[in-house]
């Protein structure tokens, strides 16, 4: 059955006012497998009317009790993990092994902000006997979520359940490339958990149109956006004409750092995972493998081992699926070609994946570059891709030049046995999250966002409760 995809606003699915749908095309056949809404202006404006009608009942309530509906949200989540996992699945292409992590993650952002929100709080400042002064974190109004389309409830639930714990309503805007599940989580929200209709909106369309009409309307408080540099420079060029706050969560290029002294079997693996995860379709994957020279040949050779037996395909248990978009599909491409034209040879990889059971899906082989300098093209650019750049170096002091000599700055690894030098590279490296001897993502409680052209503000953690709140202080004379 083909997949319809409306908008949800005010607790019902709305459909576009000029009856536009654009196709959405499945990842993993390259054929159609359904409709999504092209909406424009006017379903932003009744999207951001209706979150502004609901925002003071829902700001007004007690915390325990908008906790209270979050946990209910999370058990439901939990509870339709294996349908909404599917629909997430089916529109990303991601292998539905996958989905298990990130549906349990989604879950675990409603629960942790549940809880959290009911210690959140402001405090007293002695100012002397003749004064009470204190502070409280009040809600912007309404809140925009501008979302991607590499792990879409994932990256939904870490933006919307803050907003909404802290008395925020919100209208979220998925990728138009994966729009259903989030749809569907707002129609749960609403219809199966409690959550008062006009508190959690979500308008489906190109961000192109309405990502700028969402930004411009006075009833827009604050825009949480994850995406990429391009769009999140065109928010901020908008956000500066009104002072709209803005959280940015972009893209990265980030350093995964290889000593001598590492655990080398640990780490080829962890270095794979790396920059496979998600076929590459991972902000923080790490795509620049800085190794040691005097382990650099012996690593590569485990490296490519380790790559070679990763299966792509659209199985639920393959290690890589297709590439989400066709535009993405291409773009990975045209980064083999600037590869040749700058002389590097792939060690392993290099093309787009085919075979009979991969039909005229969008999959692409894992690909190693070894020789790689950091002024490459492909050592610069995020490509979004499951594309390694390999740079060998010296020293201590060589890799931490190497890693920090990017426009970016999301995430770093460092694999080490040497804990002091962990500690020292861990400081100097410009990055907004250092991952030790593994190289994963997944930590809902830990704040995530970047350094330099990778963003600002910060998502997860108890810390991005203070980007969905504004600070107010009470100054009372006694
Ligand atoms: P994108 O920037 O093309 O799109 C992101 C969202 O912005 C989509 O909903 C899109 O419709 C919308 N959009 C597009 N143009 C817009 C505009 N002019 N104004 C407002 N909104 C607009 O990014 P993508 O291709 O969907 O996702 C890939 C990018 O996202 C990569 O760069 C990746 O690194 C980044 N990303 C970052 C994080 C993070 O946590 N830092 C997480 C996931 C993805």
Redesign the pocket.
Known sequence: MLLKVDSYVGGRYLQPAEGHYVDKIDPRTGEKMGEVANSGPREVELAIQSAADAQPAWRDMRPSERGRILVELARIIRRSEDRLGALESAETGKPGREMATLMDLTAQYFEFYAGIVNVMDGEVINQGPNYHVYTRRDPFGVIGA??????PLH?AARAIAPALATGNTVVA?????TSASLVELARIAVEEAGLPAGVFNVVVG???V???V??RHPLMRKIS????????Q??GRIAAERILPLTL????KSANIVFDDADLAAAAKGATTAFTWNSG????AGTRLLVQENIHDRFVEKLVAEVAALRVGPEHDATSGPIT?RA?FEKIQSYFEIAEREGLKPAIGGKAASGDHLGGGWYIEPTVYTGVTNDMTLAKE?I?GPILCVIPFKDEADALRLANDSEFG?GAGIWSRDIGRVHRVAASLEAGRIVVNEYSGGFVQTP???FKQ??YGR?QGIDALSHYTQLKSVIIRL
């Open positions: 501008i979302l991607p389309w590499n792990a990256q805007k998925p990728s138009e490339h190109k961000g192109s309405i990502g700028p969402m930004a956006f994850t995406g990429g540099l391009t769009a999140g065109e928010l969560e972009l893209g990265g379709q991972w902000c923080a978009t993405q995020e979004f999301l995530c966002g970047g990778s963003g998502e």
